[in-house]
């Protein structure tokens, strides 16, 4: 019963019908699969930056993430779908940042004792990406991102003659917890586009993922190589 009014609650405040549709599948798996309804397991490797922050070179932050996908088919046609994907891990944030313009703590014990600061930032993100086949195997794919900040540590280094010295501090407080931004994604699938998915995907926030207190200004970029697992009836 309780699974059911949750069902109802988040599909009511889904505005167009398919992404309902895409919601009630990823809570009730293959019972609702269909010719016009496909759902799978998605994973892949995601590295990441802040834009406008201070680094030292190009240090993306290295993550793994984890979710769901729904296919749902468009019309008649092969041609179009819409592909929501729900990531129950969606790791962003930067590696090699400037602990001198970056720092988000006032604590002198940290700040004198590091030199590099790593910001790891995870959401749970909904992807709705609008899917264009190509071919039977090859797709490309253009949509919004919309992700709610469920962690975020900013972890502090430095590197010692007896070995690393690493301070590892909570900062959700620092960041708006909504981030929002643009998709652009090409995808190639197995056994003439019915089998395994590989997504080559880009993503570019277009909001500020610091709170105004902070007097700091970045935004959310992620480069994606991931992997999707059709799940069949049987």
């Known amino acids: 019963m309780k699974k059911l009014i ?3 609650f988040l599909a009511s405040l889904m505005p167009v019908s398919v992404k309902s549709q895409a919601l009630i599948a990823l809570l009730l798996g293959d019972k609702i699969q269909s010719d016009k309804v496909k759902m799978g397991l998605f994973l892949g490797e995601q590295g990441s930056l802040i834009t406008g922050a201070e680094t030292s070179g190009f240090n993306p932050n290295l993550s793994f993430a984890l ?17 929501n994907y729900l990531l129950f891990k969606s790791p962003k944030g930067g590696a090699g940042l ?23 930032l995870t959401y749970m993100q909904l992807t709705p990406v609008m899917r264009y086949r190509l071919t039977p195997i ?26 690393d010295v690493s301070f590892k501090l909570k900062a959700a ?18 056994l003439k586009g019915k089998g395994v998915q590989f997504n080559l995907r880009y993503e570019y ?5 610091y709170k105004s207190s902070t007097g700091m200004n970045g935004k959310n970029m992620a480069f994606h190589v991931g992997v999707g697992i059709p799940m069949e009836k049987k």
Do not use: C, H
């Open 6 to 8: 949750l069902l109802l």
């Open 67 to 83: 979710g769901a996908y729904v296919d749902v088919k468009m019309g008649n046609s092969d041609k179009w779908t819409l592909q």
């Open 98 to 120: 400037s602990v001198n313009s970056e720092a988000l703590t006032d604590n002198p014990v940290v700040l004198i004792n590091s030199d590099k600061l790593q910001r790891s």
């Open 138 to 163: 090859w797709a490309i794919g253009v949509g919004p991102y919309m992700g709610y900040l469920a962690k975020a540590n900013d972890i502090y280094t430095a590197e010692k003659a007896g070995g």
């Open 173 to 190: 407080d620092q960041f708006n917890p909504v981030d929002f931004g643009l998709v652009v994604d090409l995808q190639y699938r197995l």
């Open 205 to 209: 926030g277009l909001a500020n993922i």
